[in-house]
């Protein structure tokens, strides 16, 4: 049996903040991976269960290997629709947000979030929270947001009457926040919940290579390109990282999501502890986007949050520079050399 996440106090008022609201607005963060997107289709199936009209939105483009899931079709992006939404939160009851911690990890969206007047719940797996919400729901040690999302459903008892539109994209954003299960997934919990979500008829099968097996060929000789001519390896530090410029990405025809998984690649070399990803932004000059990868305990998080204005998990996070693509590699090297007894 799953332990219970909210207590009697709080399960209360979250189903009196659903019942009273008329208007709810689901936010998930800016790139939205399968954990985002997951986490607010699923809420928003349970909450269409309720009575209730829902809408899910997110502050830009999110991964084509993301499309297959129920009801994408429905998700408002803010870049494209911005006033619809700006009215939308200036009227609403009830906001969620979900797999994000700090309001500006909506980017474009933090302003209007801010001012809107409703009441706002947060769901969220990353460290120090910081939304101003009359309902913090934060468990860092949890797999993902969809996992809370999940524990959240079971304990009110609403699992019962949820189908595939739920358990399908609750599975996809575990699925995805863990690399298919090969890390931050060891509690027993998590594969109860699988068993219990498998029990709605979803095909796991088909949603790990709807996810992992649904690349433009492009995509493939991008991965190739990168691993043979960009990528450094620090054997000292036991550490690599690789740039992918402007013009690399024009070259391979880059769509969103192509870059998804190759930080992780890296990590397959004997003795590496730590992969860095330096992508240009494929619009904006001098800004870079940063992901990190680890293993075992070299925190991530920390390196992140003193060298790349970023934040996340232990052996998984992400940040930006406001610097050329040369700057950053040089920001890489020091975070590297001051890290360097973490990393031997």
């Known amino acids: 049996m799953l332990k219970d996440i909210l207590t009697e106090r709080e399960c209360s008022e979250l189903r009196s903040l659903i019942d009273n609201a008329e208007s709810i607005v689901l936010c998930g963060h800016m790139h939205p991976d399968g954990d985002a997107i997951g986490s607010v289709l699923g809420l928003a199936e349970v909450l269409k269960g309720l009575g209730k009209d829902p809408l899910v939105v997110v502050p830009d483009?999110?991964?084509d290997y993301l499309h297959w899931m129920p009801n994408?079709?429905?998700?408002?992006?803010?870049?494209?629709?911005?006033?619809?939404?700006?009215?939308?939160l200036k009227i609403a009851d009830l906001v969620f947000c979900l797999d994000f911690n700090t309001l500006s990890r909506t980017d474009a969206m933090e302003e209007v979030l801010q001012s809107s007047p409703a009441k706002k719940v947060l769901i969220d797996h990353h460290l120090d929270p910081q939304v101003d919400a009359v309902l913090t729901i934060s468990h860092p040690e949890m797999s993902s947001t969809s996992e809370l999302v999940f524990r959240i459903v079971w304990q009110m008892g609403l699992f019962e009457q949820q189908g595939k539109h739920f358990a399908g994209p609750i599975y996809c954003g575990m699925m995805t926040d863990t690399g298919g299960f090969t890390y931050n997934s060891t509690e027993p919990d998590i594969f109860y919940i699988i068993s219990l979500l498998l029990t709605k008829h979803i095909d796991k099968d088909k949603i790990y290579r709807n996810v992992y097996h649904n690349y433009s060929e492009?995509?493939?000789?991008?991965?190739?390109?990168?691993?043979?001519?960009k990528l450094v390896v620090d054997n000292m530090h036991h550490a690599a990282f690789y740039t992918l410029t402007r013009e690399d990405l024009h070259q391979f025809h880059f769509i969103k999501g192509d870059a998804e998984g190759l930080v992780n690649m890296p990590l397959q070399i004997k003795g590496i502890k730590l992969s860095i990803s330096l992508r240009e932004d494929t619009e904006r000059d001098n800004v870079i986007w940063v992901s990190l990868r680890s293993v075992d305990d070299f925190p991530c998080n920390?390196?992140?949050?003193?060298?790349?204005?970023?934040?996340?998990?232990?052996?998984?996070s992400g940040g930006k520079l406001l610097c050329s693509i040369d700057e950053a590699v040089e920001v890489v090297k020091r975070?590297?050399?001051?890290?360097?007894?973490?990393?031997?």
């Open 72 to 88: 994408t079709q429905q998700i408002v992006r803010y870049d494209k629709r911005k006033e619809y939404v700006d009215t939308v």
């Open 302 to 316: 920390k390196m992140a949050e003193m060298f790349f204005n970023g934040g996340g998990h232990l052996n998984a």
């Open 218 to 229: 492009h995509r493939i000789r991008l991965v190739g390109y990168v691993l043979c001519h």
């Open 61 to 63: 483009q999110f991964p």
């Open 335 to 344: 975070a590297m050399l001051y890290f360097e007894d973490t990393l031997k």
